[in-house]
Every structure is written in C-alpha cells, then in structure tokens.
C-alpha cells in the first residue's frame, strides 16, 4: 500500500456532518452480500458479525432480520451515526471506536468495508481486527487507482498491502454496484477451513485460479519489460 495524501479529515468531527447531510451514505449492504455468496466467506455463520465502519445501519438490521440468531455489532467513528443507529435499529448493537478498543466481547466474523482507506495507521488496525476476529477477518478496500480523486482517502492499495498477515484469499478487479473497483482480502483462522476455502475458491473460479498459476510461473522466465505489459491483465486473484 501506498500513501497518496498526508491531510487526514477523516475525523468523527467530519463525519459527523457527513451522516447529518446523508445518514443512509456508504451503505454497502448488497455487495457485501453478493461477495459472501459468490467467493464463499462465510461471513454470517456463525454467532456474531461485527461491521467495523458500519455508517448507517440498514444493513446491519438487513442481516439481522434474515439471521435473527446473529449477534450484530456495528462500530464507527461518527458519534452521531452511532447515536441514530442505536434509535433506528435496537435489534443491533452499535458502539464507537473507542467503546470497541475498551471492549472485550467475542466476535466470530469482523468485515471492514472501505474504511482503511480512510485511517492512518491501516496496517495497525488489520493487525487489531485480526486478534479480535474468532473465526474470519474481511477487508474491503478500493483497488490501485480507483477513486484516487477522493479527498478522504490516505491510501491506495494493491495485491500485496496486507501480505505482512497472511491472507487466505485476495480476490482483486472486482466492480462494486457503483462501478468503480474493489479488492477483497480474506482471512480464515482455522487452518483446516482456509485449505478448503481455497480448494472451494479454485473449483468455483477455475479462470481466475488458472491466470494466477500461469502468471506465477511466467514471472520466473519472462525479462522485466514483457512482464510489465502482461501485468494488467493476469492475474485477477491470489489465493494464498
């Protein structure tokens, strides 16, 4: 990952005036959902699902209505958010950052969905999401230059901005419902299920799974300036 801006704004100050002119802003429910059914996280099987950098909380209550035995939690860091979440939506638990890092409370699956992007210290945060998550631990992020021209994002990632933690899957070139391009990193803790969610990923996304293999071994032969050029079209995803 790369920094592309030094000014953060990303305060809850700000986003507190974000969430007053927009409440229902950066909900992300429906692809959420669209990513957990296509590639197999799993995301909602267990007993508790937690949405760091909920925003509104829509689809949180979405999700709890079609798994009422879901413990769900939604953190953010606009204090006015988490307040109108918490009168809109009581079936659900809401808290801020700081009632979350105080907190202690078993968390089976943790999704953060473009948030990173917004944060200073992201490597920090994965590393914190990852101790805390039980079961799954998912990022989503925007992918290498898509909306680069957004004055709230600090960072522009790649295939390899968290390969410090080991994810099971990245799953990359993917076009939200907005159109613009997305990067997913996946991580499963128990060993035995990670080896099946990449058997399952390979089997289900063959073509994906065959551009990454044969990339990996043209790295090894090809001179730097061809590599270059073949760069942008292989592979689509990583499984690790």
Request: proline residues 4%.
């Amino acid at each position: 990952m790369r920094r592309i801006r030094g000014k953060n704004l990303n305060s809850g100050e700000y986003f507190d005036q974000v969430f007053r002119h927009n409440f229902d802003l950066y909900d992300n429910y429906q692809n959420i959902k669209h990513y957990d059914s296509k590639y197999g996280l799993g995301l909602f099987s267990g007993d508790s699902y937690l949405d760091y950098g909920c925003g509104g909380g829509w689809g949180l209550s979405e999700i709890k209505k079609e798994k009422p035995h879901l413990n769900i939690y939604g953190v953010d860091i606009s204090e006015y958010c988490i307040s109108q979440n918490r009168k809109k939506y009581p079936t659900c638990n809401f808290l801020t950052v700081e009632e979350f890092t105080k907190s202690n409370f078993p968390i089976g699956h943790i999704l953060s969905s473009h948030t990173f992007e917004h944060v200073d210290g992201p490597k920090n945060l994965a590393t914190c999401l990852l101790g805390r998550a039980g079961s799954t631990l998912t990022i989503i992020v925007p992918y290498q230059n898509s909306w680069s021209d957004c004055a709230e994002h600090l960072w522009r990632f790649n295939r390899r901005s968290f390969d410090f933690l080991k994810p099971t899957l990245v799953i990359r070139g993917l076009t939200n419902q907005a159109g613009n391009t997305e990067i997913v990193f996946h991580w499963e803790k128990d060993a035995a299920k990670a080896q099946e969610k990449v058997r399952k990923f390979n089997l289900t996304n063959p073509e994906r799974y065959l551009k990454a293999k044969l990339w990996t071994r043209l790295k090894r032969i090809l001179p730097a300036s061809v590599k270059r050029s073949l760069k942008a079209a292989l592979p689509s995803s990583r499984p690790s």
